[in-house]
C-alpha cells in the first residue's frame, strides 16, 4: 500500500514494521517484554479512543499515536493536541499495524503515552477515608477490575506493593475502563514494611484473609474505622504471612457453596462495597 493521497502533511506514512521510530509500538503481545520496556523507557501504551481521552484528560501527555489510514479523519481534536504536544502521528497499513504490534488495530487508534511519575504515599493518601492495597497480585486482569470497583464503590485510593502488576499495562488500563487514570494511586514501598505508614498516617489496616482468627466482613461493616486500608493478596497464594501479622485486624469474606475463597477482584468488589462511606463523615 502507498500513501494515500488525502493523507494529512502533519502524519507520518510508515511501510515498515521494524521503522525504529514506532519501537513504542513494537511486539505489544509479548508481556514479559513489555512488563520491561514500558517502566524502563517511562511510556505505557493506551488503547482506542476512548481510554487516550481518559487519559489525556487525567493530564497525561502523547509521546506518538498511531493510526491505520481509515480512522486519520475520524478524531481531528486528536490529532490537533498530538500536534500541540509535538507528538508525531504515524499512519500505516493494517498489515504493517499488524506485524510491527502483533495484532490487528480494529479499534483504530493506539498512543504511546508518556508514564507520569508516581505520586509519593502522603500525597495520596491526604484526605482518603478508604484505601485498598493490592499485594503482588500478578494478573492484569484483577488489578483492572480491582481499580474500576475500587473507582465505583468509594475507594479514595490504591496502593500497589513493589511485585504487584502494572496499572499502566495495556490490559489493567483497558479492563479498569480508564479508572486507573482517575483513582489516586502509587506503589507503597517497601512492603510490608509500609503497613506501619499507613498506620502512622491513621489507618486502620485490615488484612482480607481466611485465617482462623478473623473477623467476619460483616462485622467490619457495622462499624468501620474512619480511615480503612484493606489488603488484598496474590491469586495464588493469598497475603504474605508477614502482612497477615502485621495489620491490625484479619477479615474474611464469609463463604458458603463449598467454596474456600474468591478470586481477588470479586474479593474486592465486595470488600469495597461492604464498607463504603455512609455520608454523614463518621466513618
Ligand atoms: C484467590 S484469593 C487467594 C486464596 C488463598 N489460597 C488464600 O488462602 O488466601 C486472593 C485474595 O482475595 C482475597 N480473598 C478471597 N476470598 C476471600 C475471603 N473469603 N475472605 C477474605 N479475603 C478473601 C484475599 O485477600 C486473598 O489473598
Redesign the pocket.
Known sequence: MTRPADLPPSCTWVEDARDERLRDYFSLTDVALRRVVEPERGLYMAESEKVIRRALAAGHRFRSLLMTPRWVDEWPDLLRTAEEQDAPVYVAAPAVAQEMTGFHLHRGVLAAMHRPELPELVEVLRGARRVAVL?D?VDHTNVGAAFRSAAALGVDAVLVTPRCADPLYRRSVRVSMGTVFQVPWTRIDPWPEGVDSLRELGFTVA?????DD?VS?DDLERDPPRRLAL?????????SPRTVAAADL??????GGGV?????A???A??FWAVRPRGDGSA
Open positions: 499485594e497480585v488484612a482480607l484473609a481466611l485465617s478473623s466482613l489488603v488484598l493478596g496474590t491469586e495464588g497464594d493469598g497475603l484479619v477479615v474474611r469474606i464469609p463463604m474456600d475463597s474468591l478470586n481477588v470479586a474479593a474486592s465486595v470488600a
